[in-house]
């Protein structure tokens, strides 16, 4: 069993530690977190991440295209790991509208809507296959 690296960007921290809980019942991922976008983005270098989960919102430093750039300033090689984003569709309706266009472009590998009552299985199971 390879345990792979997973790095989680979510500033909600109810949300991120509900994520984080039902991501603890998956034995191979070993999980690390940090709010800031660019010292996550450094942090996916330093220890050679798999799994990039952020949150995205229409602002700054939090938006889908914040994220690519960051990534690639960063200089993360996208083979090397994979990207998943959650917004909330309601609050962020034009965020939601960008994060499917962006995963249709292939420039993420998995989204999910935090309205739509995804259950922590399902998010695991997601993020388990990439």
């Known amino acids: ?18 994520i984080e809980r039902f991501l603890k019942d998956d034995r ?11 010292q996550a ?7 050679n991440a798999d799994i990039l989960l952020v949150e995205i919102r229409d602002t ?6 914040d994220w690519i750039k960051i990534c690639k300033m960063q200089n993360i090689e ?11 569709e309601n609050t962020y309706p034009e965020s939601a509208r960008e994060v499917a266009l962006a995963k249709s472009d292939l420039l993420i ?15 695991t199971a997601v993020i388990s296959s990439l």
């Open 1 to 18: 069993m390879r345990l792979r690296n997973i790095v989680i960007s979510i500033p909600n921290s109810l949300m991120e530690s509900c």
């Open 28 to 38: 191979e991922l070993r999980i690390f977190k940090e709010d800031r976008p660019q």
């Open 41 to 47: 983005a450094e942090l996916c270098r330093n220890i």
């Open 60 to 65: 700054p430093p939090n938006s889908i295209d």
């Open 78 to 88: 996208r083979p090397n790991y994979r990207i998943a984003c959650i917004v909330d």
């Open 109 to 123: 590998d998995a989204f999910f809507y935090s309205s739509s009552n995804i259950n922590g299985e399902y998010l």
